[in-house]
T-cell receptor, first 115, second 114 residues
Framework: AQSVTQPDIHITVSEGASLELRCNYSYGATPYLFWYVQSPGQGLQLLLKYFSGDTLVQGIKGFEAEFKRSQSSFNLRKPSVHWSDAAEYFCAVGGRTGTASKLTFGTGTRLQVTL | NAGVTQTPKFQVLKTGQSMTLQCAQDMNHEYMSWYRQDPGMGLRLIHYSVGAGITDQGEVPNGYNVSRSTTEDFPLRLLSAAPSQTSVYFC?????????????FGSGTRLTVV
């Protein structure tokens, strides 16, 4: 069964500092990987995705993520955090085969940004 | 293009009451799913559908029913609400064959069962 682990429940960074959110997945083959962001009281917005090709993927709002097959990881990074980045971030894995291709989410990392 | 629309946004139910959470999408997506979000548990799949007339159970289906009579709509029914069903519910949809594109999510329904 596929699964996602986000080991950091809560992270606090200063505005302007760099950010890395960790994500480890379990899947039997090469998965589709996603990062979503959720602002308070809002739905989920897709930040970026990996499905093939270059292992460093760029997303919206200046975020990037690197797929490392050997470590089963898909960590999210941003060089300089802005106060508006405060939100909850979810990593998700989706299967490549089968009619359902269900998404499995991690438990999320809440990002707090201090000024 | 409205995307995925969920109604209502907020709802308070008494234990034992029934209700239907509505989800509609206007993107002609065949795949639709219902997730519930609880603190510290991320999003968990309740039910999903791969097309009109076809539904299946997800990770936490107990206490919920679904049907899919049209491509556009995928309602979630609570037949007898319980406090354990207090949660935020998200509906999501996508096009088959585009697994790499990810799902489009609605803005959620916050349900409280007292």
């Amino acid at each position: 069964a596929q699964s996602v682990t986000q080991p950091d429940i809560h992270i606090t960074v200063s505005e302007g500092a760099s950010l890395e959110l960790r994500c480890n997945y379990s899947y039997g083959a090469t998965p589709y990987l996603f990062w979503y962001v959720q602002s308070p009281g809002q739905g989920l917005q897709l930040l970026l995705k990996y499905f093939s090709g270059d292992t460093l993927v760029q997303g919206i709002k200046g975020f990037e993520a690197e797929f490392k097959r050997s470590q089963s990881s898909f960590n999210l990074r941003k060089p300089s955090v802005h106060w508006s980045d405060a939100a909850e971030y979810f990593c998700a894995v989706g299967g490549r085969t089968g009619t359902a291709s269900k998404l499995t989410f991690g438990t999320g990392t809440r990002l707090q940004v201090t000024l | 293009n409205a995307g995925v629309t969920q109604t209502p946004k907020f709802q308070v139910l008494k234990t034992g009451q029934s209700m239907t959470l509505q989800c509609a999408q206007d993107m002609n997506h065949e795949y639709m799913s219902w997730y519930r979000q609880d603190p510290g548990m991320g999003l968990r799949l309740i039910h999903y559908s791969v097309g009109a007339g076809i539904t299946d159970q997800g990770e936490v289906p107990n206490g919920y029913n679904v049907s899919r009579s049209t491509t556009e709509d995928f309602p979630l029914r609570l037949l007898s609400a319980a406090p354990s069903q207090t949660s935020v519910y998200f509906c999501a949809s996508r096009t088959p064959g585009q697994e790499n594109y990810g799902y489009t999510f609605g803005s959620g329904t916050r349900l409280t069962v007292v």
